[in-house]
């Protein structure tokens, strides 16, 4: 736990990480991921609780005397060094000869794609080349753990995505432990081998990609990684494992869905349902919902499609021309999709 006076930053929230595991935090902005990063990094200290690498305490210990390394938002190269004298910073400090250092840090830029570059300054580096040399300056001590908070924020979008896969790469060939904060969740999707996803200082689920993409605990992860539908419903019926769901105001029961919450007969529940598991056809079809099309938006490999159905608003993604061509506003539209596809979460 962290507070600040009285306000709750981080509360009662605890995880275990991997050797060698690509980790995110991932949540809105304010919601605890850079303050338990900080707090793991020993820039803050916990008000309450543990934290442990190694199997060692850390409580009392000063940055410094932790073994990670840490990959700042706006990179902190010092301007007045060159490039080869801000990666091999941290060799220096440890006493590290000259001819090391350089030998060193002309390796670790030759694996973030930066060799030659030594004897620049970072003035005269772009935003993506300045992210690469930090990276190498915090991997250069080789850490057990690598803290970035949200490093690749101040990028454009092209080159994020570029960056992402570099990242991925390193993490892999070095088999270095990543602990990585971020807002973007397309970002911690590709990316990591697990996700926590925090919200209001608590810890909501941790997870593969894609079990928090396809199993989310609460309406909260169901909303905020990746689109969905939502419909306001009630068990109908409980039986064998499934239940009948009768989704409110569209005079439509969803029969046979996968149980994943305790729920019971007359329970009010949500079921969230992702865009791209709705499919659009003409006419009446089982476990299906009327609607009319009111926009169509063209993305190249896929077109999105909002449905009027019964006054809800409902997101559709479908790929192909084809498919994009087959409807157009106004159309009178069934929105099929198999049960096994939707989800309900806790409200």
């Keep these: 736990m962290k507070t600040f006076g009285t306000e709750v930053a981080v509360d009662d929230v605890s995880f275990e990480v991997e050797r ?4 995110s935090f991932l949540g809105p902005s304010g919601c605890g991921k850079t303050t338990t990063l900080r707090m793991i990094a020993g820039f803050e200290e916990p008000t309450s ?21 840490m990959v700042f938002q706006n990179f902190a190269l010092f301007p007045n060094k060159t490039v080869g004298e801000n ?15 350089r030998e060193r840090a002309t390796e670790y830029l030759e694996l973030v794609d930066m060799g030659g570059f030594e004897d620049r300054k970072p003035a005269n580096l772009s935003g993506g080349q300045q992210q690469r040399v930090a990276l190498a300056r915090a991997l250069i001590t080789e850490p057990s753990i690598l803290l970035l908070d949200e490093p690749l924020s101040s990028l454009d979008l092209k080159l994020r995505k570029n960056m992402r896969f570099e990242l991925k790469r390193i993490q892999e060939e070095l088999n270095t432990t990543f602990i990585y904060v971020t807002h973007d969740q397309e970002e911690a999707l590709s990316m ?6 925090l919200n209001d200082g608590q810890r ?4 593969s990609p894609s079990e928090l993409y396809g199993e989310p605990v609460n309406e909260f992860a169901a909303d905020f990684i990746g689109d969905t539908n939502f419909f306001d419903g009630r068990v109908a019926r409980t039986h064998n494992g499934s239940v009948d769901v009768s989704i409110d105001k569209l005079d439509v029961t969803l029969s046979n869905m996968s149980n994943s919450i305790n729920a019971e007969e007359g329970d009010r529940v949500v079921l969230s349902l992702r865009p791209e598991n ?3 056809k003409n006419g009446d079809a089982p476990d299906s919902i009327r609607g009319e099309v009111s926009a169509v938006t063209f993305y190249g490999k896929l077109s999105r499609f909002l449905v009027d159905a019964g006054g809800q608003e409902v997101l559709v993604e479908v790929a192909g021309k084809e498919n994009r061509l087959r409807f157009t506003e106004g159309d009178t539209i069934s929105l099929h999709f198999n049960t096994d596809d939707a989800t309900l979460v806790e409200g």
Excluded at 20 to 23: D, H, K, T, Y
Excluded at 49 to 69: M, T, Y
Excluded at 92 to 99: F, I, N, P, R, T
Aim: aromatic share 6%; hydrophobic share 40%.
């Design 20 to 23: 060698g595991e690509f980790f």
């Design 49 to 69: 609780g543990s934290i442990d690498i190694n199997n060692e305490s850390q409580i009392g210990r000063l940055p410094h005397e932790r073994d990670v390394s």
């Design 87 to 101: 990666v091999a910073f941290g060799l220096k400090m440890e006493g590290v000869s000259k001819a090391k250092r």
């Design 192 to 197: 990591s081998d697990r996700i926590m996803l």
């Design 204 to 207: 909501v689920q941790v997870g």
């Design 278 to 280: 709705i499919e659009l």
